[in-house]
């Protein structure tokens, strides 16, 4: 078991992610904020012929950060798989999550779910043979429920456990009106990653995203939750930020360093 290290998500900097250079100025922020880690989305960072894997991974070596985690799509990750697993390697990273569901699949209702469920089996048993485990990012979309159960139960209830991990995200759990501890415990030792996001109520009684400690969730039993499940990646992600986006990691980094965690 790995000490529980703190991580961002690029995708709350991704305006500030888009070319090598800006980038590795990016890392370097993240770096002296004092995370370890980040959680690596292929849909912001433009891992491509102008930005290639192999210079990802010397700007982040350089700066001392480790790639913890990839978000790549479901079709993505379908049509081209060998790829996927070459850059996971290259980048040292063993953990792979789809952060949406497939396109289509919450119009399915009950059955594309369970189909889904079936197929992520097949997919994570056939990375998990290449050292790569997968698991599944969620919104509240999937907490729409089906009779007695909503997708996000039909997905974890009939996949594999072995090779379909859970990417719970704090908030979007909150979203759909469910409990964030409730289900972080429900997923004990088959969550290596979660998402740390807080929910603040505005006065005209809309919810917005807050850094972690500054909303409303309860931070200290999801914290303790965590590490009860076995979390070891805790990756900060905030949609949007009121201001400087380095700003609000940093809050949110004082508030869990505050707590034990780095």
């Avoid at 997905?155 to 909150?174: K, N, P, V």
């Amino acid at each position: 078991m790995k000490d529980p290290t703190l991580a961002i998500q690029t995708n709350t900097i991704s305006r500030f992610v888009k070319t090598p250079a800006d980038f590795k100025e990016s890392m370097n922020k993240i770096r002296s904020i004092g995370y370890r880690a980040l959680q690596l989305d292929t849909n912001h960072v433009p891992v491509g012929p102008d930005f290639p894997p192999a210079e990802v991974k010397r700007i982040v070596d350089e700066v001392g950060l480790t790639i913890c985690n990839v978000h790549m799509l479901w079709e993505r990750i379908l049509a081209d798989m060998q790829g996927a697993i070459g850059q996971l390697r290259l980048w040292e990273c063993e953990h792979l999550a789809v952060p949406i569901p497939p396109k289509g699949l919450p119009d399915q209702g009950e059955a594309g779910y369970r189909r889904f469920a079936r197929e992520a089996t097949r997919l994570g048993q056939s990375l998990a043979e290449a050292g790569i485990t997968l698991s599944y990012h969620n919104h509240s979309i999937e907490l729409v429920r089906y009779g007695s159960r909503t997708g996000l139960e039909i997905i974890f209830d009939e996949s594999d456990s072995r090779y379909l991990l859970a990417e719970l995200d704090t908030y979007w759990i909150q979203h759909g009106g469910c409990d964030p501890v409730a289900w972080i415990r429900r997923m004990k030792n088959r969550m290596p990653v979660v998402h740390l996001k807080d929910m603040a109520i505005l006065p005209d009684r809309s919810q917005t995203f807050a850094e972690v400690g500054q909303g409303n969730l309860d931070w200290p039993a999801i914290l303790t939750a965590c590490q009860e499940a076995g979390v070891y990646w805790y990756v900060v992600e905030q949609d949007t930020c009121p201001a400087d986006p380095f700003e609000s990691l940093g809050i949110s980094y004082r508030y869990l360093a505050g707590r034990g965690f780095k």
